[in-house]
């Protein structure tokens, strides 16, 4: 069956340093991948769609990669800070099918 | 302002009674989706609907019911028959899918947290 790992230990990086967070999946050929921030008791926000064709996308102070060879997607976070800290969900997706979300990855960034 | 919203933001039920969560958005888009989210585990799917009067179950549907009499309401029951109701459930809408041109971005409301008493 289909299945996505997120790093399961949360990371605790220094502010001004660089997080980055890994999503692996298996059993799985998806031609999206979405990646969104949870805060605690609230609901997810979509930051960053990636399709299997794009390699690297970049907004702001996020990067997201899509390796469909390793089956894996990296989202760094530069120059962290403070208020970045929260879970990040990843969600890949195939055109008409359902989002399959990993369990996420709790980042915390210390001043 | 567009979005979604669900309500009530905690409920409390005894064990045996049915309870209904709502979820109502105003971004006009034809495709609602229930979510259940429990500690340290990603979302699962309950129920999604792509259209008008149309549901599917999703990988977790047992228990629970819904139905989408309305483009903009897709409340949620959680059924005496739900084994552990505890969690915190999550509505969501997206675009529905034009051949090739959705890319999937859902759009969450705030959640519900539901506590078995």
């Known amino acids: 069956s289909q299945k996505i790992e997120q790093n399961s230990e949360a990371l605790n990086i220094q502010e001004g340093k660089t997080a980055t967070l890994t999503c692996n999946y298996t059993?799985?050929?998806?031609?999206?991948l979405q990646w969104y921030r949870q805060d605690p008791g609230r609901g997810p926000v979509f930051l960053l769609l990636?399709?299997?064709?794009?390699k690297e996308k970049r907004k702001e102070r996020l990067k997201v990669t899509f390796d469909t060879t390793l089956k894996q997607s990296l989202f760094h976070i530069t120059a962290s800070q403070p208020a970045d800290s929260a879970t990040y969900l990843c969600?890949?997706?195939?055109?008409?099918?359902?989002?399959?979300f990993g369990q996420g990855t709790e980042l915390s960034v210390k001043p | 302002d567009g979005g979604i919203t669900q309500s009530p933001k905690y409920l409390f039920r005894k064990e045996g009674q049915n309870v209904t969560l709502s979820c109502e958005q105003n971004?006009?888009?034809?495709?609602m989706y229930w979510y259940r989210q429990d500690p340290g585990q990603g979302l699962r799917l309950i129920y999604y609907?792509?259209?008008?009067?149309?549901?599917q179950k999703g990988d977790i549907a047992e228990g629970y019911s819904v139905s989408r009499e309305k483009k903009e309401s897709f409340p949620l029951t959680v059924t005496s028959a739900q084994k552990n109701p505890t969690a915190f459930y999550l509505c969501?809408?997206?675009?529905?899918?034009?051949?090739?041109?959705?890319?999937?971005?859902?759009?969450f409301g705030e959640g519900s947290r539901l506590t078995v008493l």
């Open positions: 969600a890949p997706y195939n055109q008409g099918g359902k989002l399959i």
């Open positions: 990636i399709r299997e064709n794009e």
């Open positions: 969501a809408s997206s675009i529905a899918s034009p051949r090739g041109t959705n890319t999937g971005e859902l759009f």
């Open positions: 971004l006009n888009h034809d495709a």
């Open positions: 609907s792509q259209i008008v009067n149309d549901f």
């Open positions: 059993n799985y050929s998806p031609a999206y």
